[in-house]
């Protein structure tokens, strides 16, 4: 065989159920590391108007979702991220991180990862 698989492989075919799936949009997640498996909370950041002068906004991050998977999962997961996002670029451009947000907003340090 020429694509690197062994000869006495067999072919699989892989059928996906979609039945009853649930769309969620999300604009940011926060990662939970633990020894044996990776968490990820998924969900919506809000600023907040405080209408205080020296702090004009809150950031509320409403998780409405949860993954737990090991680290092999979230190796794979992380593999297929990047690999898209660089197709992405690509195409249409280097995506800049910081271009949405708000001058007057600073990410506090215990609020871990956001996208």
Avoid: C, W
Wanted: cysteine-free; aromatic content about 8%; charged content about 25%.
């Amino acid at each position: 065989m020429t694509d690197g698989a062994p000869a006495d492989a067999q072919r699989v075919d892989l059928k996906i159920q979609q039945t009853g799936v649930e769309t969620t949009y999300v604009n940011s997640f926060k990662h939970h590391p633990t020894p044996e498996e990776f968490m990820l909370d998924l969900g919506i950041n809000r600023l907040e108007p405080t209408g205080q002068p020296d702090r004009p906004v809150e950031v509320h991050f409403n998780v409405n979702t949860r993954l737990v998977m090991n680290y092999y999962t979230a190796k794979r997961l992380a593999a297929a991220i990047v690999g898209v996002v660089n197709r992405y670029e690509e195409r249409f451009g280097e995506l800049d991180l910081n271009a949405n947000r708000p001058a007057s907003f600073s990410q506090p340090a215990s609020a871990g990862e956001d996208a």
